[in-house]
């Protein structure tokens, strides 16, 4: 059961095996616990098996072959991660998974089958030009990608259909999330939300879907998810009417991270506190390239990790 990509490994041959490794990462303060593609069912049953010993989640990769990625519904995962590998489930897939409390996250943004999701904001924006993204992202790392970018139509990305079809699901019962995927600096956050609706969510079922749904199906829903008496005191605050215009929920103005509140332009601490942070490296030192001894770190990384995503 690997803990990170393809960094260490928990090897798991037996349920007493299970049991051992997701105790030791309770122990950390694990709440849930990465079940990361076991080629057999049987182990992935024992990790499962332990875990609801232990009160703790599993989460599995999807992306594989359709009648894994089904097995990992029916045994009761906590989500499904990553698109299915076919654009569309038919009546029999849907009625199945409506049947169980495994939530989707179908990770829009490098769903597979086509052009990812990523790649339609790039063409289709100015990214490079956000200024909300580029206050806290080096332009080294933003333009290469951004400004020379794929050109394509609609229907060479996939990601329509995968949210069409994650529409189904959610108009079933099944719970659908978001997930960024670690891509673009909180902004992709923002676009799996629009490549909700994009699919036919209305604007309210894809804020769910980034903020209560994701806390429900990570068991985290009382302390996170919604802004109610006795839960953390974590949110944005966004200039715009979001649920009228989905496209309206980058524009954040101000964010409170556990009761203190931030004004997001300098991420000074307002009404709550003085804080004021350090500006930051890559504006301190007026670089427009990555250091050279960063790049070939990052570059070595890369080819030992497998790393094929941006």
């Known amino acids: 059961m690997p803990l990170m990509h393809q960094v260490y490994t928990a090897k798991i041959d037996s349920l007493d095996d299970a049991r051992f490794h997701i105790k030791r990462t309770k122990e950390n303060g694990a709440v849930s616990i990465k079940s990361y593609n076991h080629p057999r069912r049987d182990t992935r049953q024992q990790v499962l098996a332990a875990a609801k010993e232990l009160g703790v989640n599993v989460v599995p990769e999807g992306g594989g072959k359709l009648y894994q990625n089904i097995t990992m519904v029916i045994d009761g995962h906590t989500t499904l991660e990553h698109s299915l590998n076919v654009p569309k489930g038919y009546s029999d897939l849907t009625q199945l998974w409506s049947q169980t409390e495994t939530a989707y996250n179908p990770t829009l943004v490098v769903a597979y089958g086509g052009l990812t999701g990523e790649y339609f904001w790039y063409d289709r924006t100015n990214v490079w030009e956000n200024e909300r993204l580029m206050r806290y992202a080096p332009r080294y790392i933003i333009e290469p990608t951004s400004i020379r970018r794929y050109k394509a139509p609609d229907d060479h ?154």
């Open 157 to 310: 990305y996939n990601h329509f259909a995968v949210a069409s079809y994650a529409k189904t699901l959610r108009d079933n019962g099944v719970r659908v999330l978001i997930g960024a995927h670690g891509q673009r600096e909180g902004l992709a956050a923002h676009w799996e939300m629009w490549m909700l609706q994009q699919g036919g969510f209305t604007p309210w079922e894809a804020l769910r879907g980034a903020t209560f749904d994701g806390a429900k199906a990570l068991g985290m829903d009382k302390d996170l998810g919604s802004i109610e008496n006795g839960k953390l005191a974590d949110f944005a605050i966004i200039k715009g009417d979001v649920l009228n215009d989905i496209r309206q929920s980058e524009m954040v103005d101000y964010t409170m991270i556990n009761g203190r509140l931030f004004d997001t332009k300098t991420m000074k601490e307002v009404l709550t506190g003085d804080f004021e942070p350090e500006q930051l490296f890559f504006d301190r030192l007026e670089i427009n390239a990555m250091p050279a001894a960063t790049a070939q770190e990052q570059e070595q990384k890369s080819e030992k990790y497998h790393w094929s995503h941006h």
